[in-house]
C-alpha cells in the first residue's frame, strides 16, 4: 500500500519542476481530472507509469548548432535549453521533506467537476487518504468559493448554450458534493 506521503513523495522527485510542496502535488493527485489517478484498495494509484519530467527537458534541450547560432546573436539562453536538465533538479533531492510541507498552491483549482477524487473518497480509503482529502479541500474551497464570487472564468469562453448548460450542472452537481462531504464550501 502506498502512503499519501509516499505518492506524493514520489510525484514531486519525479516531477519536481511542477511540484513545489505537498499542496501542489496533493492537488495533482486528488483534484485534477485526468491527472491517472484512481482510487483502488482504499489509495489513489496512479494507473500509468508518469516516468519523469527528465524526458520532457531533454525534447526542450536545444541542439548545439541552435545555440551556437543563438549566442552568435547575443542572445542569452536559459541553461536548461543547453544542458536539457530540470531547472528544479535540487527540489528533486528534497521530495521526502517537501512532501511533508503544505504551501501555496500557486494556481486557481481545477475546475469543479463531480468526478475529482477528492469528491469521491471510497469508504475503504485509507485514513491517510481521507485526511489528506479534506486537507485538500481547506484549500480548494475557499478558492472556489473565491472563484464563484469573482465570476468563474468558464464563462469568458465560448460556449454553446448546451456546453454551458452541462459545465454549470456539473459545477453544481461538485459543490453539492463538496458541502455534503465536507460540511462547507462554496455555495451551488
Given at each position: ?6 505518492t ?5 522527485a ?5 511540484y513545489k ?13 485526468g491527472?491517472?489517478y ?7 494509484i496512479?494507473?500509468d ?11 526542450s ?10 549566442q ?10 543547453i544542458?536539457?536538465?530540470c ?20 494556481r ?21 487518504w481521507?485526511?489528506a482529502s479534506?486537507?485538500i ?6 478558492l ?10 468558464i ?21 453539492q458534493?463538496?458541502q ?6 462554496p455555495?451551488?
Amino acid at each position: 500500500m502506498a502512503s499519501v506521503n509516499a505518492t506524493v513523495r514520489d510525484l514531486i522527485a519525479a516531477y519536481p519542476c511542477g511540484y513545489k510542496n505537498r499542496t501542489q502535488a496533493l492537488h495533482q493527485i486528488l483534484v485534477v481530472n485526468g491527472s491517472g489517478y484512481e482510487w483502488r484498495g482504499g489509495q489513489a494509484i496512479n494507473r500509468d507509469d508518469p516516468g519523469t519530467c527528465e524526458a520532457l527537458h531533454e525534447r526542450s534541450r536545444y541542439s548545439a548548432e541552435l545555440v551556437a547560432e543563438l549566442q552568435a546573436d547575443g542572445v542569452e539562453i536559459a541553461n536548461r535549453f543547453i544542458t536539457g536538465e530540470c531547472p528544479a533538479e535540487a527540489r528533486r533531492l528534497c521530495a521526502a521533506e517537501l512532501s511533508l510541507t503544505p504551501g501555496l498552491l500557486g494556481r486557481m483549482p481545477y475546475q469543479a467537476s463531480p468526478g475529482l477524487l477528492f469528491l469521491n473518497v471510497p469508504d475503504d480509503a485509507a485514513d491517510d487518504w481521507k485526511l489528506a482529502s479534506a486537507e485538500i479541500a481547506r484549500w480548494v474551497g475557499p478558492l472556489w468559493a473565491r472563484r464563484a464570487a469573482e465570476g468563474d472564468t468558464i464563462e469568458a469562453f465560448s460556449l454553446t448554450p448546451e456546453q454551458r448548460e452541462y459545465v454549470n450542472g456539473q459545477r453544481t452537481e461538485a459543490l453539492q458534493r463538496f458541502q455534503q462531504m465536507y460540511g462547507y464550501g462554496p455555495a451551488a
